[in-house]
């Protein structure tokens, strides 16, 4: 998979936006971006993904740029739940062998969120 | 919702024993994975299951094998229980395919004295 860059950390006031940055700049044209979280001691859990256009879900929001290097998941309103590690990640659609199916994180951006 | 249930929370054994962790998804997924999770070593797949009775090999397979009778049943196995396969272990789904969102359980961290 392609590699991302992500910020170690962020902090947040309750109930203001939070703007995570992910760049990928070596992403290839069949690269869908995912972004998963982790709550503590929790398992991972889905938050979004996306190809070229800018997704909605009821967690967050996706932005991604036109040349697609970077993308931007937007959280609107902070809540304390939301503390959690963000991980941004490339999954190829077009994968043939088995054990790229794995999901692979980085270190991820810790976000913290201040009541 | 999709849901991913582990079979225990917590659990503790001893070097040795054999030991089982269940998984069950309720969305007709057609993969599975058992992943472990290490701090400052990420997450790593143990084996995949991309069908009934079909099994992969992930990046750690050995000392753990695995049964997938049932499509909606993924168990992990730990043969003869070691110190260092203490460790939180992380079950996951997803729609066949490889780009998928993958669904997790809620982990169980085993300790093995």
């Known amino acids: 998979d392609a590699k991302t860059t992500q910020p170690n950390s962020m902090e947040s006031n309750e109930e203001e936006p939070v703007h995570l940055p992910c760049n990928h700049s070596t992403i290839s044209g069949t690269d869908y971006i995912h972004w998963y979280r982790q709550l503590p001691s929790q398992g991972p859990e889905y938050v979004i993904h996306g190809l070229t256009s800018n997704v909605n879900n009821r967690m967050a929001s996706l932005a991604i740029a036109e040349d697609r290097k970077s993308s931007t998941l937007i959280l609107h309103r902070a809540t304390l739940r939301d503390a959690a590690v963000y991980y941004c990640?490339?999954?190829?659609?077009?994968?043939?062998?088995?054990?790229?199916?794995?999901?692979?994180f980085g270190a991820g951006t810790t976000v913290t969120v201040r009541a | 919702d999709v849901k991913v249930t582990q079979s225990s929370r917590y659990l503790v054994k001893r070097t040795g024993e054999k030991v089982f962790l269940e998984c069950v998804q309720d969305m007709d997924h057609e993969n599975m994975f058992w992943y472990r999770q290490d701090p400052g070593l990420g997450l790593r797949l143990i084996y995949f299951?991309?069908?009934?009775?079909?099994?992969e090999k992930g990046d750690i397979p050995e000392g753990y094998s695995v049964s997938r009778e049932k499509k909606e049943r993924f168990s992990l196995i730990l043969e003869s229980a070691s110190t260092n396969q203490t460790s939180m272990y992380l079950c996951?789904?997803?729609?066949?395919?490889?780009?998928?969102?993958?669904?997790f359980g809620p982990g169980t961290r085993l300790t093995v004295l």
């Open positions: 990640i490339l999954r190829d659609c077009l994968i043939f062998i088995w054990s790229d199916y794995k999901l692979s």
């Open positions: 299951s991309y069908d009934v009775k079909m099994k």
């Open positions: 996951a789904s997803s729609l066949g395919g490889s780009y998928n969102e993958q669904f």
